[in-house]
């Protein structure tokens, strides 16, 4: 199974992007589906999750600006990223887990840059 992320792009702070996370298989099958981010010189951190059931979960330097969905028609995870700042500026990477096979994969990246 294998995830692409897409996506990212040059944005003024205060904007807007929305992220997706298309995967190759049915992302139905996956337990959890999340979003990382690496901004330059620190390490992957996490950003946000979904589960199975929909339950979803917002770290605190995004809450109230980022939302995580996903669409099983379409098979895609959505990161909808608003009033962006700075610091929001890296590297984003879509993840999904499987607990049955221990699956862990993770889609190439898309850079996300906040200009102030």
């Known amino acids: 199974v294998q995830l692409q992320a897409f996506g990212g792009g040059l944005v003024q702070a205060g904007g807007s992007l929305r992220l997706s996370c298309a995967a190759s298989?049915?992302?139905?099958?996956?337990?959890?589906l999340g979003w990382y981010r690496q901004a330059p010189g620190k390490q992957r951190e996490l950003v946000a999750t979904?589960?199975?059931?929909?339950?979803?979960m917002i770290t605190d330097p995004v809450k109230g600006r980022f939302t995580v969905s996903r669409d099983y028609v379409k098979q895609t995870m959505y990161l909808e990223m608003q009033e962006l700042k700075p610091e929001d500026t890296g590297v984003y990477y879509c993840n999904g887990k499987r607990y049955r096979d221990d699956l862990d994969t993770w889609g190439q990246g898309t850079q996300v840059t906040v200009s102030s």
């Open positions: 979904i589960r199975t059931g929909g339950i979803t």
């Open positions: 298989a049915s992302i139905f099958s996956f337990d959890v």
